[in-house]
């Protein structure tokens, strides 16, 4: 039995770190976005904590070489968990707003929240090898064989917070059953020394059920929550307020629907018939990002023959587009779980060639978090591969040329099409649509595009907003290309870019609805 504890110790330790700093994201993710930066300061503070854990620990081990010491800091451990169950995302919204948009706000979080946890928990494996350690002559096997083992702990805890945590449960009842396990391994550790631990034990065991009643009671914090899932990419709510049912994906918005008329609330969803400017024979169109469908609806409702493949990369945000914002998928209306890269990049089974699409819209960008695997000129080669001799290809990107990232990504764009356009949604959006063709035909200018408009709608009378309206949306531009930053898979720094612009204050993120 004490070799039994002594081994679930070690291992279930392993376990808790691991999925301690996969959780660490998601709590971080609504504030600070899924940049580099986020994932880079997570992986600094817990190898900056595990290195300063195995120095104390070692230290420790050597003054007070009981497994009962090393159950008194699991004990901490647990109390610091449930700190962090109640109050880290309070503690992470605050410090995000101390912040702002300094790239150094997810650093702090994480050194806060989760620095002390881990070094308490890192304490575990130089004890575990002075106490399991009895002769000089066999310490090398000794501290393999732990290492090996808290590491197969380590590997239990990334593949069960990974794909059974995450995909099935919410952040709060993630960590709860992060806390159970601490506190049986802290219970474990103490053996037959508990007694004297006992009032702490009992402290542990109200604050436990305190958290079992708050983390798995329903959310009351808003009535018009109507749903929330941790989703191996995100975490989305759905919420109803003042008429306009709202998904948001990381505590950002993602698709804005009108509850009277199902209608997208969003700006650049109802500016999304500019391309019919370029290409009225508009037939097969890929939207690469989904959402809840919006684009999809309202592109269909004044031409329901038009063939639409909608790309998403998380299929429960098909469920939520199906349960909560109406959408259908059909014969001619469907939907593709894949990476809207891959989805480009491959042919489908039975066919000896690419389909081809008269328009590619991509509504990828979100918050902080843009794919810049979707933003680079082998992204945009991949996607004119993909179109017809008339096809258009149209970026959402939520920020003007004044922003180092737009800019970069227009310049990427406009170096693989012929013609590259920019076009502003009304305000308050902060959208602008990227529109590039490649017409042999001589570029247009505003006025050109509007003339052409009114010759089109009365072929569109029912569009809303009208062809003219949208083409007087046209921004003229006077961008030497050859002066700015042209992203590629080798080199696209699209999270400085973003930060970049958010230090020149230019707005919070390039991609926020």
Not at 466 to 472: H, R
Request: charged share 20%.
């Amino acid at each position: 039995m004490s070799t039994f504890r002594f081994l679930w110790v070690v291992v279930s330790s392993g376990a808790i770190v691991m999925a301690l700093e996969i959780l660490s994201a998601r709590i971080l993710s609504p504030t600070f976005g899924n940049s580099v930066y986020v994932w880079g300061s997570v992986i600094s503070v817990f190898l900056a904590a595990l290195s300063i854990g195995y120095l104390w620990g070692g230290s420790l081990a050597d003054r007070q070489p009981k497994l009962s010491t090393l159950g008194q800091l699991l004990l901490l451990v647990v109390l610091l968990e449930v700190v962090l169950l109640h109050f880290g995302v309070e503690i992470t919204e605050g410090l995000g707003r101390i912040f702002g948009t300094s790239r150094y706000g997810a650093l702090a979080t994480t050194a806060l929240l989760f620095g002390p946890i881990t070094t308490l928990l890192a304490t575990v494996s130089p004890f575990a090898v002075r106490l399991a350690a009895k002769e000089v002559e066999s310490l090398g096997n000794v501290s393999g064989r732990l290492y090996a083992l808290s590491t197969a702990g380590s590997l239990a805890g990334t593949l069960g917070c990974t794909f059974i945590l995450i995909p099935f449960l919410d952040v709060r009842q993630a960590l709860f059953i992060l806390i159970v396990l601490t506190a049986v391994t802290a219970v474990a550790a103490m053996g037959g020394e508990g007694r004297a631990a006992l009032p702490v034990v009992g402290l542990i065991a109200v604050a436990l059920t305190v958290a079992s009643v708050y983390t798995f009671a329903p959310d009351r914090s808003t009535e018009a929550l109507y749903y929330r899932r941790m989703t191996p990419y995100q975490t989305l709510e759905v919420r109803d307020s003042e008429g306009v049912r709202t998904l948001t994906s990381d505590g950002r918005t993602h698709s804005a629907e009108s509850l009277a008329t199902g209608e997208s609330t969003a700006a650049y969803a109802r500016n999304g018939i500019i391309p019919l400017l370029f290409n009225p024979e508009i037939h097969r169109i890929a939207v690469l990002g989904m959402g809840a469908g919006s684009y999809d609806n309202y592109i269909r409702k004044f031409d329901a023959s038009i063939e639409v493949d909608n790309v998403e990369i998380d299929p429960a945000v098909l469920e939520v587009a199906e349960e909560f914002f109406g959408f259908v998928p059909t014969s001619t209306s469907r939907v593709i779980i894949q990476d809207a890269r891959r989805f480009l990049d491959e042919v489908p089974k039975g066919d000896t060639e690419l389909e081809k699409y008269d328009l590619i819209f991509s509504d990828t960008y979100l918050g902080l978090s843009v794919p810049f695997h979707l933003t680079t000129v082998e992204f945009v080669a991949l996607a004119k591969k993909r179109l017809t001799a008339d096809g258009i290809l149209m970026i959402n990107v939520a920020a003007n040329l004044e922003h180092p990232f737009a800019k970069a990504l227009y310049s990427t764009v406009a170096s693989v099409f012929g013609h590259t356009y920019l076009f502003e949604c009304p305000r308050p959006s902060a959208n602008h649509l990227v529109v590039a063709t490649n017409s042999t035909l001589p570029r247009m200018q505003r006025a050109e595009l509007v003339e052409r408009a009114k010759r089109l709608e009365s072929r569109f009378p029912y569009v809303s907003p009208s062809l003219v309206e949208v083409a007087n949306d046209l921004v003229e531009i006077d961008l030497r290309l050859d002066d700015e930053q042209v992203l590629r898979d080798s080199f696209a720094p699209v999270d400085h870019l973003i930060h970049l612009g958010q230090r020149q204050g230019l707005g919070k993120s390039p991609s926020l609805r």
